[in-house]
């Protein structure tokens, strides 16, 4: 059963950076798209933040565009995401996705919130 598991949430003040992980239960190799998502207060829908497709560069949502980014440690089994200049409005519930042998498969997510 292939299981994800975020951790690295919590409370930040504004400006300040947090580096969520995620770690995956199958071998990183197998996976076709690896990708952050957020679902803010309020919303009921999960915006994107940033992924990986096998083979290719990362992408950002504009909203976060050089202060987040998206990488992944094959040696750990992970998917970090690092967050910087961190804003009120990055406050969301953050949740790793994958896309492994046309599965897609979903953590539970890890809260951040940014606020002084």
């Known amino acids: 059963q292939v299981q994800l598991v975020e951790s690295g949430g919590g409370l930040v003040q504004p400006g300040g950076s947090l580096r969520l992980s995620c770690t995956v239960s199958?071998?990183?190799?197998?996976?076709?798209?690896m990708g952050w998502y957020r679902r803010t207060p309020g919303k009921s829908a999960r915006e994107l933040v940033a992924?990986?497709?096998?083979?290719?560069?990362?992408n950002s949502a504009d909203s976060v565009k050089g202060r987040f980014t998206i990488s992944t440690d094959d040696s750990e089994n992970t998917i970090n995401l690092q967050m910087s200049n961190l804003k009120p409005a990055d406050t969301a519930i953050y949740y790793c996705?994958?896309?492994?042998?046309?599965?897609?498969?979903w953590g539970q997510g890890t809260q951040v919130t940014v606020s002084s």
């Open positions: 992924s990986i497709f096998s083979g290719c560069q990362p």
């Open positions: 199958i071998n990183m190799f197998s996976l076709e798209y």
């Open positions: 996705n994958i896309l492994s042998r046309r599965t897609n498969y």
